[in-house]
């Protein structure tokens, strides 16, 4: 745990923040295939000193009702488009807007987009760091996105150094924000009970004990608590 503005913050890894986005995203309006695409943007953005974690946190209830189908194209002229967001949050708008400007690039070599109507725009910046997933260089300058084709090599630390940075480094995030986010992301979460044990991971537990599923134990699970309860509870079910 380090110090950052004499507020105590720590050092979350890809694995943790992609864990609770995909969770807190979930409990939006958000298609399911839709969410999963959006995953790393507040990791990406709280890396940037954007919004990140915390402005997922404020914009957390209004993403229930977060309707990207809406976002349309409000004009189009060779290779430049406008985009009406329709008040949509700009990081749902990142991939369709990625989407467009790799079509445009790849039919004119060369692309720029204007995006009009979208909720924190300046969340529009994150998609000069996602441009090189997609063969793009993506320069952003207020709400208009231009690109130009760009190499991919396959190496992560050529085609996305911020994602290699994260990996080595993640990303330092206050403590009090990150256990906030922490416990909201334990609402997407079934209710602790027997059943709910029995059936998590990659296996189910039957109400015998016999095991249905994965049975290596390689993530070093150990189902002898859940099937002993059971065996248990079904002698005392036979005595009665």
Same mark, same amino acid.
């Given at each position: 745990m380090t110090s950052s503005h004499s507020s105590p913050s720590m050092r979350v890894m890809p694995r943790e923040m992609r864990l609770m986005?995909? %969770? *807190?995203?979930?409990?939006?309006s958000l298609p399911k295939g839709f969410f999963l695409t959006v995953g790393d943007i507040p990791m990406y953005s709280q890396k940037l000193g954007l919004g990140g974690f915390k402005l997922l946190e404020q914009r957390f209830e209004s993403f229930k009702s977060a309707a990207p189908a809406r976002i349309a194209i409000a004009s189009e002229a %060779?290779? %430049?488009m406008t985009l009406d967001a329709c008040g949509e949050h700009a990081w749902f708008v990142l991939p369709t807007a990625i989407d467009l400007l790799g079509e445009l690039t790849a039919r004119f070599r060369s692309a720029e987009l204007t995006v009009t109507g979208a909720t924190d725009a300046e969340e529009l910046a994150l998609a000069a760091r996602f441009g090189g997933r997609s063969g793009l260089s993506i320069s952003v300058t207020g709400n208009v996105l231009k690109a130009v084709p760009a190499a991919v090599i396959g190496d992560v630390r050529k085609d996305d150094p911020l994602l290699w940075s994260l990996l080595e480094n993640g990303a330092e995030i206050e403590s009090d924000l990150w256990w906030r986010i922490y416990h909201l992301a334990k609402r997407a979460l079934a209710t #602790?009970? *027997?059943v709910s044990r029995r059936h998590a991971g990659p296996m189910i537990v039957n109400e015998d004990g016999t095991v249905i599923g %994965?049975? #290596?134990n390689d993530d070093e699970t150990d189902v002898s608590f859940l099937s002993s309860s059971i065996s248990e509870r079904m002698k005392e079910g036979a005595r009665s």
């Open positions: 986005s995909e %969770r *807190i995203l979930s409990q939006s %060779r290779n %430049r #602790d009970s *027997i %994965r049975k #290596d």
